[in-house]
């Protein structure tokens, strides 16, 4: 085990947290939420005919919504996501032309593209590697995400850990269709904002994930040949089919037949944690953070707009002192040249930080 690893970890009785956030999935080569406007309206990412509608109902919406004109700077994405979840949850137009069907189609395509960016940006990398073995030696530990990409499960796979996965409330494994049955070496993986590589029944509220694959990109689940014909009436049955490349069979719910969404929370401001599953992993995250002794947030940055989840941690944070077991809970936060990160984090949990290291996953793990 590498040193500073080492001297964290080492004597520690009770179970150790990792809190990732986007700067964890950064060393994965996967670009900030800032970067990602980079990408969406992309050459590689606009191929096949499917493809290319998309970009051009995004780029249509820039333009009359945001008055983009084909050069940066972008509205962030929780600004975009937030107009159209705001507008579309309410039964309210965005400007004369954007019905809430419309918003709600545009929201299921762009997150399609940010599944494409998601897929097409990934590299494996050491510093998770190294990371992600040295905690698996510890006693029991778990994983609190702010992500919702896979970087994680992937990490996991790589230390032959995935089967152990627990992401803490009922779900079926979408291959097997069976359900996932707990054991004691469990690992807890509460991924807070949802994760691309779920997908939800919105008749039966059935979870379906799958390890292997980005399974909503692959399959094309959420994407609807409805959504399509609202912006271009050359998509008929057939043309917008073959591009999907599936049978519309292999995107029901093999449970009740009803077609299955993706489950994420987005970008937006206005989060909906109501869906079915949330209350739970919410909790599971809360109970996993109350019973370790060892925090190590990776890459994020507590951000006031995370209010809730500052909650969650605070209310965490005082129960484990409440416990007659407990240790001293001793926070470790691993940032990448974000000084004003750190001076959140001071403020928010003074003594209780640790230490904090600036210079990134890659410094922690040497
Ligand atoms: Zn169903």
């Keep these: 085990m590498h040193e500073?690893?080492?001297?964290?970890?080492?004597?520690?009785?009770?179970?150790?947290?990792?809190?990732?956030?986007?700067?964890?999935?950064?060393?994965?080569?996967?670009?900030?939420?800032?970067?990602?406007s980079d990408y969406l309206l992309s050459d590689e990412l606009s191929v096949?005919?499917?493809?290319?509608?998309?970009?051009?109902?995004?780029?249509?919406?820039l333009r009359d919504v945001f008055s983009w004109r084909e050069r940066p700077p972008m509205p962030s994405l929780e600004d975009y996501f937030t107009c159209i979840d705001i507008s579309a949850n309410s039964g309210h137009h965005l400007g004369i032309q954007y019905t809430p069907k419309k918003l709600r189609a545009i929201r299921r395509m762009t997150i399609h593209r940010i599944f494409q960016i998601l897929d097409r940006k990934y590299n494996r990398s050491d510093a998770i590697d190294t990371f992600l073995s040295n905690l698996l030696r510890t006693n029991s530990p778990g994983?609190?995400?702010?992500?919702?990409?896979?970087?994680?499960?992937?990490?996991?796979?790589?230390?032959?850990?995935?089967?152990?996965?627990?992401?803490?409330?009922?779900?079926?494994?979408?291959?097997?269709?069976?359900?996932?049955?707990?054991?004691?070496?469990?690992?807890?993986?509460?991924?807070l904002h949802g994760s691309s590589n779920w997908v939800y029944c919105e008749n039966c509220s059935t979870i379906f994930y799958d390890l292997d694959e980005k399974l909503a990109l692959h399959k094309m689940i959420g994407l609807i040949k409805a959504d399509f014909r609202l912006f271009a009436e050359?998509?008929?049955?057939?043309?917008?089919?073959?591009?999907?490349?599936?049978?519309?069979?292999?995107?029901?719910?093999?449970?009740?037949?009803?077609m299955l969404a993706t489950h994420i929370a987005t970008?937006?401001?206005?989060?909906?944690?109501?869906?079915?599953?949330y209350p739970a992993i919410w909790h599971n995250a809360q109970t996993t953070l109350s019973k370790s002794s060892q925090w190590i947030f990776?890459?994020?940055?507590?951000?006031?707009?995370?209010?809730?989840?500052?909650?969650?941690?605070?209310?965490?944070?005082?129960?484990?002192?409440?416990?007659?077991?407990?240790?001293?809970?001793?926070?470790?936060?691993?940032?990448k040249d974000d000084e004003a990160a750190e001076s959140r984090f001071r403020a928010f949990f003074g003594e209780r930080v640790h230490e904090v290291i600036q210079g990134g996953l890659q410094e922690f793990v040497m």
């Design 234 to 258: 050359e998509f008929n049955n057939q043309n917008f089919d073959d591009p999907i490349g599936d049978e519309p069979e292999s995107r029901k719910c093999p449970l009740c037949g009803n």
């Design 267 to 277: 970008f937006s401001f206005r989060k909906s944690y109501r869906t079915f599953a």
């Design 143 to 191: 994983f609190v995400v702010t992500n919702w990409d896979i970087v994680l499960e992937r990490g996991l796979q790589y230390q032959d850990a995935s089967n152990r996965i627990d992401y803490g409330f009922e779900c079926f494994n979408w291959r097997s269709k069976q359900r996932k049955t707990s054991s004691a070496d469990d690992i807890t993986v509460a991924k």
């Design 298 to 335: 990776v890459g994020y940055s507590l951000p006031d707009a995370d209010f809730e989840f500052k909650h969650l941690l605070k209310t965490a944070e005082l129960a484990f002192r409440r416990r007659r077991d407990a240790e001293t809970l001793n926070i470790t936060v691993v940032l």
């Design 48 to 61: 096949t005919p499917l493809q290319k509608s998309i970009t051009q109902v995004i780029k249509h919406f």
């Design 4 to 36: 500073r690893q080492k001297h964290i970890l080492t004597g520690v009785q009770l179970p150790t947290s990792a809190i990732l956030g986007a700067g964890f999935s950064r060393c994965a080569n996967l670009p900030t939420q800032k970067e990602f």
